[in-house]
């Protein structure tokens, strides 16, 4: 799939939304240990959003459902991480044209974009124990992976896993988890799983849109008797 339609965009976000809200307990969990233990409850009010708005058929163009998504996130009111989570969608809907479909260029584009705007209002760096430490190497993948987005998404997909994975070695910088200082050592930052959760979940929607994808032309064949000479 070397280009993203609208009602894949839809149904990646919609399979991403889903894992999320699987993972409310997970994630207040981890909060709990440095924070106040809502940050489960923030991203399920965010995965709620996420499955609403992609179920929504009547929104014409990407543009307009990633905006109205990021606007929607900014009212979320649990934490910082609805402000955080609307501006990176506000970023993804600036980096777009008010269009149906992406090529992985204009894909690359979207999310660099939206790395972008967020950099204009968070001073967090790789290594401070927070969702970026899974976002900004999520986005470095898909910059520098060459292929399909298929092929993009999975690279998103495993750096944010890696990205989270090593917060469990550090020590906050931001937020409430900075005052409890090493005790946060060997947790993973909330923010950085769930971000990591995120890709994971889109690469998961495009992944079986592929493979469906995929069945359809081998019934295809086998109902036509294969190639013809």
């Known amino acids: 799939m070397y ?3 609208l009602p894949v965009l839809r149904k990646m ?3 991403a939304a889903v894992d999320l809200k699987d993972n409310v307990q997970y994630l207040c969990e981890l909060d709990s240990v ?3 233990g809502d940050h489960g409850i923030a ?4 995965a709620d959003i996420l499955k609403s708005h992609s179920e929504d058929t009547t929104i014409a163009t990407m543009n307009l459902l990633l905006e109205g998504i990021g ?3 900014m009212g979320v009111n649990a934490g910082s991480s609805g402000p955080l989570w609307g ?3 506000a970023g993804m809907a600036d980096g777009i044209d008010d269009q149906q479909e992406l090529t992985e260029i204009e894909f690359k584009r979207m999310f660099a974009q939206a790395k972008e705007d967020f950099m204009d209002v968070s001073k ?3 290594g401070d124990k927070t969702l970026v430490d899974a976002f900004y190497p999520a986005v470095s993948a898909i910059a520098e992976t060459e292929g399909s987005i298929e092929a993009l998404l999975e690279a998103a997909a495993e750096a944010a896993q890696k990205g989270a994975d090593a917060t469990a070695d550090m020590t906050a910088k931001f937020g409430r988890a900075k005052n409890v200082g090493e005790r946060s050592l060997g947790h993973k930052d909330p923010g950085a799983v769930s971000m ?3 890709f994971a979940g889109l690469a998961k929607g495009a992944r079986a849109l592929f493979f469906k994808k995929q069945r359809l032309f081998k019934n295809k064949l086998r109902t036509n008797g294969g190639c013809k000479q």
Do not use: C
């Open 34 to 36: 440095a924070g106040d």
């Open 196 to 198: 990591a959760i995120f």
């Open 87 to 89: 501006t990176i969608f």
């Open 43 to 46: 991203i399920g009010h965010i």
């Open 3 to 5: 280009v993203l339609t």
């Open 124 to 126: 967090a760096k790789v």
């Open 13 to 15: 976000l919609h399979t």
């Open 71 to 73: 606007d929607a996130f």
